[in-house]
């Protein structure tokens, strides 16, 4: 079984267009995060998730927007996409803030 | 703030060599202290970890010693495979938290040569 999964794995797509990466866990953990991940490996947080609610949500462009229905997901909207959003974006969860980190297989991103 | 500073890579061993990744941290408190691993296309995994001074943590015959005197948690293998190639992030949870709870290094890549 998956603990974080995310869909899809790969996404290529034109400038302009609004995309979303969906994830989900099935550890039971309270805290949800996304991670941007650069050319040159270098991992950021972007957002953090604590039973649905945005607790983190660090210098990152108002084009991506984080959504959580359930405790179990955590979705991410870009719209207007760019050629500097090209990465790989990895959804993560731990039981709580903090907590070390089960990462999904991430998603790579490529714009056009 | 925290934050987490590894050796710059890459780094290129042959199999069977002695490997050792730097990490140093800086961090108010008493911090814990965490190796992730990243395998070629995948996510990260967590490696290892130490929650106090002194602790080693030790996993798939990596080891590291969380080393409170020299602000250090440095990783090592006695002898490194082909599979062991990666990117290793070293990381630390402060006890007053990150901005995200958790701080990771920026990664070393390393690569073992048959």
């Known amino acids: 079984d998956t603990a974080v999964s995310q869909t899809p794995k790969y996404l290529v797509t034109q400038m302009g267009n609004d995309k979303s990466i969906k994830c989900e866990q099935n550890l039971g953990h309270d805290t949800m995060y996304w991670y941007k991940q650069d050319s040159k490996k270098f991992l950021k947080i972007m957002f953090s998730?604590?039973?649905?609610?945005?607790?983190i949500n660090e210098t990152v462009p108002n084009r991506f927007s984080p959504k959580s229905p359930d405790k179990a997901h955590l979705n991410l909207h870009i719209n207007s996409l760019e050629l500097g959003d090209s990465a790989v974006y990895f959804c993560?969860?731990?039981?709580?803030?903090?907590?070390?980190?089960?990462f999904g297989p991430g998603t790579r991103l490529t714009v056009l | 703030g925290n934050s987490v500073t590894q050796m710059e890579g890459p780094v290129t061993l042959s199999e069977e060599a002695f490997l050792t990744i730097n990490c140093t941290y800086t961090?108010?408190?008493?911090?814990?202290l965490f190796w992730y691993v990243q395998y070629p296309g995948e996510g990260l995994q967590l490696l290892l970890k130490a929650t106090k001074a002194d602790d080693k943590g030790s996993n798939k015959g990596f080891e590291a010693t969380y080393r409170k005197e020299t602000t250090s948690f440095h990783l090592e293998k006695g002898s490194v495979q082909v599979s062991d190639s990666a990117v290793y992030f070293c990381a630390l949870r402060g006890t007053r938290g990150g901005a995200d709870g958790l701080t990771f290094g920026k990664g070393t890549h390393l690569i073992i040569q048959p």
């Open positions: 961090a108010t408190g008493y911090p814990s």
């Open positions: 993560a969860s731990s039981q709580d803030l903090g907590g070390y980190r089960f």
């Open positions: 998730y604590n039973n649905k609610e945005l607790i």
